[in-house]
């Protein structure tokens, strides 16, 4: 079983950065793919970034690449996001997902959220001035 907690969100300001951090607590990190989704009031929740298991390899879609990135840290089981020139439509409730897979992050990208074993109860980002 895994367990997966969230932190580091926030209000912010447009332009300005956010770090969010994606702890992991059991076993199976080894084979864990994370990703990091998003989800706005009355929207889908979507993947933005994810970051494999097994070759580190990366998935970001458009509306976030060149601001925002992804960093697995093997030894703290954790995987960060970090957001850069934040906009307003970057509000939403991020989430941190896991799936037990070897296969590489964009493979599992094309997945789908419901593809996803473990999931953290979410936290709020606000960009607004």
């Known amino acids: 079983q895994v367990h997966i907690v969230e932190s580091g969100g926030g209000l912010v300001q447009p332009g300005n950065s956010l770090r969010l951090s994606c702890a992991t607590f059991?076993?199976?990190?080894?084979?864990?793919?994370i990703g990091w989704f998003r989800q706005a009031p009355g929207t889908e929740r979507k993947e933005i970034l994810g970051?494999?298991?097994?070759?580190?390899?990366?998935y970001s879609t458009d509306s976030v690449k060149g601001r925002f990135s992804i960093s697995r840290d093997n030894a703290k089981k954790t995987v960060d996001l970090q957001m850069n020139g934040l906009k307003p439509e970057d509000t939403a409730l991020y989430y941190c997902a896991g799936l037990r897979t070897r296969e590489p992050a964009l493979q599992v990208a094309q997945l789908g959220s419901d593809a996803y074993e473990y999931w953290g109860q979410g936290t709020q980002v606000t960009v607004s001035s």
């Open positions: 059991g076993s199976a990190w080894n084979y864990l793919t």
């Open positions: 970051v494999s298991s097994s070759d580190g390899s990366t």
